[in-house]
């Protein structure tokens, strides 16, 4: 029996949380994993990939690093199943999400992506996010909030993976927010797993790779602004299409977008969250 899905895990210097990542891969189907050895120097993250390689599992070696971006198009390129999850090596999945995700894009033909609700934790307080029902522009326009998905590879290599052309993939940061206004851009459909139903686990942890794309979000939001004329020209339409609230409509352009990100905007939001003050489908 071939493989569904493929995992698809960059790594550099990830050390034992690499194993935590592949022991989180918990399936009753054969599950293709590719790993990216993206110039790991880490003594103990070497002595980890020799293990996973050691078991079977395919890994690719970089002798120089080219950034979590074109290390994960690079696993794209070199598994075969038609479904793709990529996965941070510091991430976790939940157990049986491959399996219920792959069958609902077998059940809806028209959809090219999957997604759920997932969990961060790492860096307290631990907290769920609840990911909107449909693939809405006007939001993604402004807000990373969707999280790892399941994709058809049909429709990641339509979109040209998450290296943006002319862009360096060392430093651009938020490529799964730019596979996210691509897929957008290109009018693409999305089936939701359910409410409530976590789908995997996200690391948040100080000096972690996401904490360092917050630090220079201006920055590379407004460089996602330029590689995406024609979602931004559409924003009018957008609107008007969302899902969300009229009140919403007016918070998200002054809540999320270029505005620079203050280190407490995290306990505050999840705070809200809480309380259904915020957070809406």
Known sequence: MSARVAVLIPCHNDGP?????????????????????????DPATLECLARVRSE????????????????RTQALRASTAPYIFP?????????????????????????DVCYGDYAEFGSPPDAVRKIPQ??????????????????????????GGWVPEGVDPRTFGYEDWHLWMTLAERGARGVHVGPG???????????????SDRRHHRRVYNEL?????????????????????GT??????IVY?????????????VWLDGRGVWTQR
Do not use: C
Request: hydrophobic share 40%; glycine share 4%; charged share 30%.
């Open 17 to 41: 949380l690499l194993l935590e990542a592949l022991d989180s891969i918990k399936e009753d189907e054969p599950v293709e994993i590719v790993v990216v050895d993206d110039a790991s120097s």
């Open 56 to 71: 079977g599992i395919q890994v690719i070696h970089n002798e120089r690093n080219a950034g979590a971006p074109a290390a």
């Open 87 to 111: 996965l941070d090596a510091d991430d976790q999945l939940v157990p049986g999400t491959l399996t219920r995700m792959a069958d609902l894009l077998d059940a809806a033909l028209e959809a």
């Open 134 to 159: 449909r693939l809405d522009p006007f939001r993604i326009a402004y807000a990373n909030e969707f999280g790892a998905p399941l994709l058809r590879r049909t429709a990641v290599e339509a979109a």
């Open 197 to 211: 139903i976590i789908t995997y686990r996200r690391r948040v942890q100080p000096g972690r790779r996401m904490s």
């Open 225 to 245: 602004r330029r590689l995406h004329p024609a979602l931004f020209a559409s924003l009018r339409e957008h609107r008007r299409n969302s899902d969300l609230s």
């Open 248 to 253: 919403r409509k007016l918070l998200y352009p």
């Open 257 to 269: 977008g270029s505005r620079r990100r203050r280190w407490f905007e995290r306990r505050v939001r």
